[in-house]
């Protein structure tokens, strides 16, 4: 099965984030336009997730990554979306894989 390309996942998150202000839109974007192509959009969500997270952490008591912090949650609020949306049955799932994320993260 082919993978959903980024492009389409872009596109997606383009359209349910048209309320969210532009900046945060654009820094998660960048941490969108990073990850390689998966069928399932949440799991491209989660991951940028995941890096706008640890770009974060791995800068901590900097101001200038409050930004990424408000993407990593953005992308997360929206990875769950998607699943709900796609797979109702797996959002418990992703919802615990998000939950320990951060204590994943070095």
Do not use: C
Request: proline fraction near 6%; charged fraction near 25%.
């Amino acid at each position: 099965m082919a993978g959903l390309p980024v492009s389409q996942t872009l596109r997606w998150f383009r359209e349910e984030s048209t309320e969210a202000p532009a900046a945060l839109r654009a820094r998660a974007e960048v941490y969108l336009e990073r990850q390689p192509e998966h069928p399932d959009r949440a799991v491209v969500l989660a991951a940028a997730a995941r890096d706008a997270l640890a770009s974060t952490l791995a800068r901590p008591g900097d101001r200038t990554v409050a930004l990424d912090l408000l993407a990593a949650d953005a992308l997360v609020t929206l990875a769950l979306k998607a699943r709900a949306v796609n797979n109702p049955a797996g959002l418990g799932r992703l919802a615990e894989e998000l939950a320990a994320l951060g204590s994943r993260i070095q």
